[in-house]
């Protein structure tokens, strides 16, 4: 199943210690049912769920308890079952250490499932099928955490030539894609079948790096066993970030997908192995996505892969594993694009596909930062072929429109240029910064022009209220006898010449359409609305232009 | 504490400089066994005045001492001005060259990575301006007994025992004084300081250079784009002037291997601070370089060229710059090479 | 009728004087900004007469405490003028914050909505009103209208998706000059 075929290279890339062979000595592990699950209801990109559920509630194994808000949204489950004992806010697992709305569980250790069906998608439309698989949480489980039945949509033409899987995984340390695809990997396939018949895609290309020989054999034997000609199994060399979707497109099709667009418009889409698993598991079993396989590496004795529940505290997976004593931080994902905890209590979540152990001997503090010598190094570096050093000129010295005209999000924060750059100047960082500043610039812009919507709309309607006095005040006292002739004799005082006159008529006639052009874009305002009604359009504008902000960093779509 | 990513390949700018100066010692080592121990006079002191004043202007605006002290840019910088100065230049030419270069080509532009200028190249154009005598004095080959050199360093001065004009210089004065007259082959022919090739004696300094740059090449401390294209530029262009005119330009060979030619391609020309930095920029930056030295050796008033060919192109640098930006990562249909 | 029609004219003229001045582009930039808190700390009575009045040279361009610093160094990037710092007398840059009404001391006698230039308070007379967290702009002028003062400022509290990554920091080079 596997042929030889022409290959394709992306520009740059490091090769990095790999650090693998650790966690990949042993099989799989299940844990224990923790004593307390935490499950964040916004776990993916896109709308934070609803919650379903109240303190008190028993919920089961599989159990919504938050509802997709909107399309691009997706449900989270109970990972077993018990009793919600709050629904608040906890710390999550990101570097902010901020906290989001959780669901609390406390488990009752039966772990009785729901009802599980089997999703017929065969005889479902493509809509019905993609809404099931948002009721049943299924995101991308690379990292990206981004809604798979968004991206389950053939898009323009109504079929595609390639579906790429991606079991890379170029990260150091990170093993749990491998240890999937060397246990799981019919699974896998019949995962990528399904996903398959919905993108109408021609074949399926397996892509996954050289240094896991395991885990290619495996899948190959797989390939072999569903006896599908379709279906076939790369080697890709092995260069991070070969794992990135799109270097991945780029290496096996010669395609690459610009930033911004969809890679559907090209012929191709991409899923990790994790994600065709999960879409297995809940067209076939019914299950929705309530837990993964995570890896525990770095400065432990004994690294491994667990299955976790989500919701489950990450001290509770690093304790087995024996961390050596000087671990002083835990890190989610890997050393090249992981993001530092704020502790160890955070739960693991849809995007947890490491739990790193971290020390000052593993990761020495970079030796400080130095001047840019501009060597290039991170331009021949840098996978996205961008010029870093460019950039990071713009970002520090904030001048975020510079650095956007050098194409700053076209960045994917791979670290490569960091990872090389002579000068240790943490590239990254500036690129994080400068990044999420504009985001808050385009949310105060928004909300900016909103505001002065809103006060010109004000000050026209005060205005009109003025004239509709102004007018009935008229007709008044032109009722009156005396006061007729008296405003008969204002009325001749000022006696307007017929040009003033016209001029007075151009004038109302231009606020006329001013005022009509205002109602026509904001029909929202019209006044026969009730304020209750008002308030919750309001609300509801006000989360989709989140939602919106929210999503449009993520929009890559890498999974 | 730091964020992702966690791991950084290990290497610094020390290594990078300290690679660079490692690259110049096989022609320095040519050097030393045609035309004496002199430049290693040089080469002492201008590093002990690199050191001082980078000290100083770092002290001066509050920058941590040791880390960029440690860094190696000043010794490069000093070594380069040591190795393009003509080795048996009074002490104080260096050392003010060396200030020059180092206070205000690098200190009053910022620092390392910030100055615009090369400034090796700004202490060699400052000056043989200002003392373009002084400059011109080089050792004869052959004369490599110590102490008359030395006596020329830092006593008082008896030249002409020692000194020989360079092939670059022996070729343009004879050229222009005798006019008419002259051509290159009968003044590569009379002289004592042209060799087989290039310049006696240089013409093996220039190859220690070469091999140095390869080093450089294969520890991809540079890339091939700026040697290549400068060197092709002067090649192609003396190449044709000789074709067309052999009695007033001299040939390819010996452009190549005289002067800074070789010293320029690898070690000045590709300084990546003051100079291009996009893969298509380094080639028009080189090829500029390579141009302008030739016109400036062929017509100008100053034997060689490279110092203020290379000015001239980091001015530009910027511009190149911006105007060669290799396409984005999904951006690139006009080349063909995606969708 | 035609009296009716003539004072009808002449407000519909001021209106159109007074509100709207289209198609002055310098306006529009500077407009564009200001930050739209509408609050009057400039001393105008909106973000758009400010804009007004500095287009025309009338007022300085550090009188707009919500924009604080960086909307003054837009500005004067904008108009080549120096850069002032926020004038004090005009206000002190704040955190953010919207209006809340306390539910239960409200009376509801809509003086707050009249107060409220971007219509952010919905509730009718004698009805509990309530803040529109979104469309809030922060500029405090519900504040002083309100009888029972009920109604006080929170700072808008930073969440998950909000918060920002920071500026890398220089540990070693503190006195780092030329950092622009
Ligand atoms: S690798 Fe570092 S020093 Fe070199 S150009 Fe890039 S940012 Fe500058
Ligand atoms: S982090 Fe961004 S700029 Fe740096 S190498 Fe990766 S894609 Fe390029
Ligand atoms: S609610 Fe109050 S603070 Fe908010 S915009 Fe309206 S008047 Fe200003």
């Known amino acids: 199943m596997s042929a030889l075929r022409k290959l394709f290279r992306f520009h740059g890339g490091v090769k990095p210690d790999y650090h693998k062979h650790a966690s990949t000595r042993q099989p799989i592990a299940g844990t224990p049912i923790p004593a307390e699950l935490v499950i964040p209801l916004h776990q993916s990109i896109g709308g934070p769920p609803r919650p379903l559920v109240q303190a008190g509630e028993r919920v089961l194994k599989g159990q919504r308890i938050g509802d997709a808000d909107g399309n691009v949204s997706s449900a989270v489950h109970a990972s077993t079952s018990g009793t919600v004992t709050a629904v608040e806010m906890r710390r999550m697992p990101h570097t902010s250490g901020l906290s989001a709305l959780c669901v609390v569980i406390k488990p009752d250790g039966r772990d009785e499932w729901i009802a599980r069906q089997s999703f017929d998608f065969r005889n479902a439309s493509p809509t019905e099928t993609r809404d099931y698989l948002r009721d049943a949480g299924v995101v991308g489980l690379g990292g990206a955490v981004f809604p798979s039945h968004l991206k389950l949509n053939a898009g323009k033409q109504g079929r595609l030539d390639t579906l790429v899987l991606n079991g890379a995984e170029c990260e150091p340390f990170i093993t749990c894609d491998d240890v999937l695809m060397r246990e799981r990997g019919e699974a896998i396939l019949k995962g990528a079948a399904i996903m398959r018949e919905m993108l109408a895609a021609g074949r399926v290309l397996i892509g996954i790096e050289d240094n896991k020989p395991e885990a290619i054999a495996a899948m190959m034997a797989a390939a072999r066993a569903a006896g599908d000609d379709a279906i076939q199994v790369v080697a890709v060399p092995t260069r991070y970030p070969a794992g990135g979707a799109k270097q991945l497109i780029r290496v096996l099709t010669g395609i690459e997908v610009p930033h911004g667009e969809r890679s559907t418009d090209y012929g191709v889409q991409c899923f990790n192995v994790g994600t065709a698993y999960a879409t297995h598991d809940a067209i076939a079993l019914g299950q929705p996505l309530i837990s993964r396989i995570v890896t525990v590496a770095g400065n432990v004795g004994q690294a491994r892969n667990y299955e976790v529940l989500f919701g489950t505290p990450m001290r509770d997976l690093i304790a087995p594993c024996a961390p050596l004593p000087d671990s002083d931080r835990v890190i989610m994902g890997g050393p090249m694009m992981g993001f530092r905890m704020p502790g160890d209590d955070v739960p693991v979540v849809k995007a947890t596909n490491c739990v790193l152990v971290g020390s000052d001997a593993l990761f020495p503090p970079p030796p400080p930062e130095m001047s840019c010598i501009r060597c290039g190094e991170c331009a021949k570096v840098c996978p996205s072929d961008l010029q870093p050093f460019e950039m990071y000129w713009f970002a520090r010295a904030r001048l975020f429109g510079k650095a956007q005209e050098y194409h700053l999000f076209d960045c994917i924060e791979c670290g490569c240029c960091a990872y090389v750059c002579p000068s240790r100047i943490p590239l990254v960082d500036y690129y994080r910064f400068a990044k999420s500043e504009i985001w808050a610039r385009e949310v105060e812009k928004e909300a900016a022009d909103q505001a002065r919507d809103r006060y010109e709309f004000r000050l026209l309607r005060e205005e009109r209220e003025k004239q509709e006095k102004a007018a009935k005040l008229a007709a008044k006292t032109a009722a009156g006898r005396e006061k007729a002739a008296a405003a008969l004799a204002e009325a001749e005082k000022p006696a307007r010449t017929p040009e003033e006159e016209a001029k007075h008529a151009l004038i109302a006639a231009a606020l006329e359409r001013a005022k009509a052009q205002k109602e026509r874009a904001h029909p929202e305002n019209t006044s026969n609305l009730s304020p209750e009604q008002q308030a919750e359009i309001a609300a509801i504008e006000a989360r989709r232009a989140e939602i919106r902000e929210q999503a449009k960093p993520h929009l890559r779509a890498d999974d | ?339 | 009728m035609a009296l009716g029609a003539i004072v009808l004219g002449g407000a519909l003229g001021y209106a159109a004087v007074r509100f709207r001045v289209e198609g002055d582009p310098l306006v529009e930039k500077i407009d564009a900004i200001l930050p739209q808190t509408q609050c009057g700390q400039c001393g105008y009575p909106g973000c758009k007469p400010y804009a007004q009045a500095i287009a025309k040279g009338e007022a300085e361009i550090n009188q707009c405490p919500p924009g604080g610093e960086e909307g003054i160094h837009k500005l004067a990037d904008l108009l080549g003028r120096e850069f002032k710092p926020l004038s004090a007398e005009h206000g002190i840059e704040k955190p953010k914050a919207v209006a809340l009404i306390d539910e239960q001391t409200c009376i509801g006698c809509t003086l707050c909505i009249q107060a409220c230039p971007v219509d952010a308070i919905v509730g009718a007379a004698k009805q509990m009103h309530t803040v529109i967290a979104g469309q809030c702009t922060g500029c405090e002028l519900c504040l002083p209208p309100c009888p029972v003062n009920c109604i006080s400022m929170e700072p808008i509290a930073e969440s998950v998706e909000s918060w920002k990554w920071k500026y890398p920091v220089f540990k070693l080079t503190p006195s780092r000059k030329e950092a622009a």
């Open chain 2, 1 to 339: 504490m730091h964020n992702s990513p966690y791991f950084l390949k290990p290497a610094s700018v020390r290594s990078v400089m300290l690679r660079v100066l490692l690259a110049l010692l096989p022609g320095i080592a040519a050097y030393v066994w045609f035309f004496g121990a002199a430049v290693l006079v040089q080469i002492a002191l201008a590093s002990v005045t690199a050191l001082l004043a980078e000290a100083a202007m770092l002290k001066l605006r509050g920058k941590p001492l040791m880390l960029y002290l440690g860094d190696g840019s000043a010794l490069v910088t000093a070594w380069l001005i040591a190795l393009t100065f003509p080795p048996i230049a009074p002490w104080w030419l260096t050392v003010i060259g060396v200030l020059a270069a180092i206070v205000v080509a690098k200190h009053l532009y910022g620092g390392l990575g910030q100055n615009p200028f090369n400034p090796a190249m700004v202490a060699f154009a400052l000056m043989i301006v200002a003392y373009p005598s002084l400059m011109s004095q080089w050792p004869a080959v052959g004369f490599t007994d110590f102490a008359p050199q030395l006596n020329a360093i830092f006593g008082p001065r008896q030249l002409d025992a020692i000194t020989m004009a360079t092939p670059l210089d022996a070729l343009r004065t004879a050229l222009h004084t005798e006019e008419a007259r002259a051509t290159v082959a009968g003044v590569l022919g009379s002289s004592a300081s042209f060799g087989n090739i290039g310049g006696k004696g240089w013409e093996w300094v220039a190859a220690g250079y070469f091999l140095g740059g390869l080093y450089l090449l294969q520890q991809r401390i540079i890339t091939w784009h700026m040697p290549a294209a400068f060197l092709l530029t002067l090649l192609v262009i003396s190449g044709a002037f000789a074709a067309f005119d052999p009695g007033h330009f001299a040939g390819p060979s010996f452009h190549l291997f005289t002067g800074g030619a070789m010293l320029g391609a690898f070690f000045i020309v590709t300084d990546p601070v003051s100079g291009c930095t996009t893969p298509r920029g380094k080639l028009f930056f080189a090829a500029g370089i390579g141009l302008l030295t030739w016109i400036i050796r062929a017509f100008g008033a100053y034997p060689d060229g490279i110092a203020f060919a290379v000015l001239l192109m980091n001015i530009a640098a910027p511009l190149i710059d911006m105007n060669t930006q290799p396409p984005v990562f999904g951006h690139k249909d006009k080349r063909g090479s995606a969708k």
